[in-house]
């Protein structure tokens, strides 16, 4: 009896043997025939079609077709597009270190937010000048990316940049060394009340650990007893780095994240390599939709390991991981090669993430998702980004608001805020500054002169309603109520600004705060109305609530 099993067992594992190879020739064969397909079409098109083909731009649309049926992540860099890439895995670029913008109503490219410490601040360029010239190339009659184009070069190379300041209408001349530009993954640290640290954090690269943990310990110094890690709108980086600056509040060789992927050398375990800095100090970590890839990792993993409570809305859902690979010519592709898994067990990509599937960035029900557990048996669940602890929506905006703050739609709030620089050389300090009543008004006289409308949803939904009803012939019967509504709703720019007077102020500060502070500046004065950090704050003074979320009982 004992010898029929094994020779069962033997005829059945040959038999699955062998129809895993029978599959990989069908697999090699397919792969084969497609490729020769490819191969003879093209040589036949560039033989016989009517007009001459340009092989880099049919091949490179066939090459983005075929990449559009896998993950939106795995893409191509030709030769000419190899500086994105490097740009993409380092953050830096060189450069002045400035936002600019097109000016609608000048019919030209102007600076809009020069970086603390970078060549434009350190020129002195300021937001609203009008670039004319880079070295012997006039930007007058040019876009947005061509200029910036011109811009950006070889760090240590230096040319001549001629501005007008529309203030005084005086054209100055810049002479600028570009540089490395590495935009700052922490912008804004600082004190909160109660003893409450706060860290901004905005992405995940190189030398990010050790600026993390430094400003962690200044905190501390400075007395903080509790600590809000923001990784709103961190859009993730360098996974050794998130594990780095996860480890100083895990302890070591704790395996934080696993790769699994088709190939063996994708499958791979991240573990803390260091002693903590601390363990026990409060954390609550701020996160939006916008909160991927690494600082999902991040957040996961506190959560996982009840290190930490996650406050916000759900995260983006990236866990699948990518390599940089070289091809022929120069060229180059980022291909995805593994998932991401977090200590409990769970993958935080979106389940739905193909090109081809529609909306990668879908959250599916619960119902259809998985569930894993915490180390103190919380539930936790997997399908698409990290669930918050505590779900807090973030701060609305009226729709005026929104129109004023566009800068592609909009001039009249950036001219304000250039005009109003102009008139005062330095202003009070971020938490302190504040426009007054005599400010706001002359603010909304521009507005109101200048001829800005906007598209108000409430006449927007009442104008679609009203189609419905008349295609649906109820129209008649209620258009006397109809016509009153609109007189109603009917909106008047001047009363709408008064009515939204609060929000557009703080709109206007910001703006007005970061071209003296720089972004630093600008995220000290939006905390004080950030109800998402109001909740946070409520949170991390009340010890019993925080230890309660973070038990399985709650």
Known sequence: MKRKTTLLTVLATACILAADAQKKSDHNFEVAKNLDIFNNMYRTLDLMYVDTINPGEVIGNGIKAMLRSLDPYTEYYPEEKTKDLKMFLTGKYAGIGSVVKYHQKLKR???????????AAEAGLKKGDIILSIDDTTMTDKNVSYVSEHLRGEPGTTFVLKAERPSTGKVMTFKITRKNIKMPEIPYYGMRDNNIGYICFNKFVEGSARNMRNAYIDLRKQGARSLILDLRGNGGGSLSEAIDIINM?????V??????????????NYTTRHEPIDTVMPIVV????ETASASEIAAGSLQDLDRGIILGTRTYGKGLVQLPMELPYNSNMKITTSKYYIPSGRCIQAINYKHSQGGYKEHIADSLTHVFYTKNGREVRDGGGIKPDIEIKPDTMPNIAIYLGNIDSTEVMFDYVVDYITKHPT???????????ADFEEFRQRVIKSGFTYDPVSEKQLGELEKLLKFEGYYEGAKDEFEALKSKLKHDISKDLERNKEVICRMIEQDIISAYYYQSGSIEASLNHDEQIKEAEKLLTDPDRYRKLLTKDK
Request: glycine letters at 4%; hydrophobic letters at 40%.
């Open 255 to 268: 395996t934080l994240v696993e790769t699994k992927g088709k190939l063996k050398q994708a499958n791979k």
């Open 249 to 253: 509040w895990i302890p070591k060789n």
């Open 427 to 437: 202003i009070a300090s971020p938490s302190a500054f504040k426009l007054t009543d």
């Open 286 to 289: 701020l996160v939006n939709d």
């Open 109 to 119: 490219v102007v600076i809009n937010e020069p970086y603390a410490g970078m060549p």
